[in-house]
C-alpha cells in the first residue's frame, strides 16, 4: 500500500479512529475513496431528507426507495473501514499484546466520541435548565447515533482484542464477536429493555427508544471490517490490491445472494419481507455487508485511475470523518443554542432548492474540514495547542452554564 502524507490525526464517521502513521502506509487509498463516496452520499441523505418536501421525495416509491437503500449502506461503510484500519494501526508490546499507550489512546478516544454524540442532541439550552426537560426530550436524547455507537463499538474492540497475539487471532476473535452479534440481534427486540435497564443503556439495545444504530446488530460491521483486514494483513503488500478488486466483488456477490436467498425462501414459508428491513435484521446486515464489499471492489478499481489531486483529497476527506459528521449536522440542524437551516425550513422546499442546499453544505463542510487539515499539518508550538484547546473548552462551558 502506498504511503500517505496524511498526519497522526483522528478517524471518524466510520470509524473515527486515531490512526497512526505506519497505519497510513499500510492502507490502500480504496478504503479512502470508499469511505469519502460514503460521507458525500450520507450529506446529500441527510440535507434532502431533511429540507425537501415529502410529496416530492417519497421513498415508497421509485427512484426515492433506492435512494433510501443507498443511504443504508453509508454507516456499514464507515464501520467496516474502521475495522480494517484498527488491524493496521494495531501497535503490541513485547508479550505481542495492544501496546498499553495505544489502550488508553483508543480507550480516551472512545469516550470522547460518545460525549460528542450526546453533546449533539443535548435537551437544554444549559445545564442548569436540565430539570425542566420534558419526557420526550429525554427521550431522543438518549437515542444512539452513529458517534455514540463507534465509541461504545470501539471499547469492545479493545476489550476483545487487548490480548490478541497477531492478526490472524485478531481476525479469529472478530469472526465470533460479530457471529454473536448477529445471533443476539433477532433475539433482543424479545427484551423489554427500557424495564431493565435504566432508558440511556436500553438505546444501546434496541430501536424502540428513538436510537438508529443500537450495538445489536450495528457493531457487527466495524468486527467484520476487522476479520476483513486481518486477512489483508497477511498478504503481501503487493497482493491486497488484488486481492480488493476481485475477492471482495466475488465475496461480496455471494453474500448478497445468499441473504436474498434466506429473504426469498422465508416468504415462502409466510414470513413477511418486512423483517428482514428491520434495523435489528441480521440478514439485512449479510445483505448491506456484501454491497460494501462490492463497494470496496469498485473503489479499487477508481483509485487506479484517479488523477493524484483526487486521490489525495479523498485521503483528506477520509481522515476528516468526524469534522465532516459533526458540521454538516451543525449546519443542517443547529445545535440547542441555535437552528440549522433543516430545523428552519424542514421538509419545505422544493427538490431543485434541496438540491443547492446539497451543494451549499457540501462544500462548507469539506471546506471546514480542509482548512482543519491544513492547520492541523502546521507544527503549531505547545503553547499554542494548550490555548486553543482551552479555548474550545471555555466557549463549550460557556454555552453549557450561561
Request: hydrophobic share 55%; aromatic share 12%; net charge positive.
Amino acid at each position: 500500500m502506498a504511503p500517505t502524507s496524511q498526519p497522526n490525526v483522528p478517524d471518524a464517521a466510520s470509524g473515527f479512529v486515531d490512526s497512526s502513521r505506519s497505519a497510513h502506509a499500510q492502507r490502500l487509498h480504496a478504503f479512502d475513496v470508499a469511505r469519502c463516496l460514503a460521507m458525500l452520499l450520507m450529506m446529500q441523505g441527510h440535507v434532502l431528507d431533511a429540507l425537501v418536501r415529502t410529496s416530492e421525495l417519497d421513498t415508497a416509491i421509485q427512484p426515492w426507495s433506492t435512494w433510501h437503500a443507498i443511504r443504508g449502506i453509508t454507516a456499514p461503510i464507515f464501520l467496516m473501514v474502521s475495522g480494517i484500519v484498527h488491524v493496521f494501526a494495531f501497535k503490541r508490546d513485547e508479550r505481542g499484546y495492544m501496546r498499553q499507550d495505544l489502550v488508553e489512546r483508543r480507550l480516551r478516544w472512545a469516550f470522547t466520541i460518545i460525549g460528542l454524540g450526546y453533546l449533539l442532541v443535548f435537551p437544554a439550552n444549559r445545564v442548569f435548565d436540565l430539570p425542566f426537560v420534558p419526557a420526550d426530550a429525554w427521550k431522543m436524547s438518549t437515542a444512539v447515533n452513529i458517534l455514540q455507537l463507534t465509541g461504545v463499538t470501539l471499547i469492545l474492540f479493545v476489550v476483545t482484542m487487548q490480548h490478541a497475539t497477531s492478526a490472524r487471532q485478531m481476525g479469529q476473535r472478530a469472526i465470533a464477536v460479530a457471529a454473536c452479534i448477529l445471533a443476539a440481534a433477532p433475539l433482543a427486540p424479545m427484551i423489554p429493555w427500557t424495564t431493565v435497564v435504566p432508558l440511556w443503556v436500553a438505546a444501546y439495545f434496541t430501536t424502540a427508544t428513538g436510537s438508529l444504530f443500537p450495538m445489536l446488530p450495528w457493531s457487527a460491521y466495524l468486527f467484520l471490517g476487522v476479520a476483513i483486514g486481518a486477512y489483508l494483513h497477511g498478504q503481501t503488500v503487493e497482493a491486497r490490491l488484488s486481492i480488493v478488486r476481485t475477492h471482495t466483488l466475488l465475496l461480496g456477490a455471494a453474500a448478497v445472494g445468499v441473504a436474498y436467498l434466506v429473504q426469498y425462501g422465508a416468504g415462502l414459508v409466510g414470513i413477511s419481507a418486512d423483517a428482514f428491513e428491520s434495523p435489528m435484521s441480521s440478514i439485512l446486515v449479510i445483505r448491506r455487508t456484501g454491497f460494501v464489499l462490492m463497494i470496496f471492489s469498485a473503489s479499487a478499481v477508481i483509485t487506479a485511475v484517479l488523477p493524484l489531486w483526487l486521490r489525495s483529497f479523498a485521503v483528506t476527506v477520509s481522515g476528516k470523518s468526524l469534522w465532516i459528521y459533526a458540521v454538516h449536522l451543525v449546519l443542517l440542524f443547529g445545535t440547542p443554542w441555535f437552528n440549522g437551516v433543516g430545523r428552519m425550513y424542514f421538509r419545505s422546499l422544493s427538490l431543485q432548492q434541496g438540491i443547492i442546499g446539497v451543494v451549499v453544505i457540501s462544500i462548507l463542510t469539506v471546506g471546514v474540514a480542509y482548512l482543519v487539515d491544513l492547520a492541523q499539518r502546521r507544527p503549531w508550538p505547545l503553547s499554542v495547542k494548550r490555548w486553543w484547546n482551552g479555548l474550545l473548552i471555555a466557549v463549550l462551558m460557556y454555552l453549557l452554564f450561561v
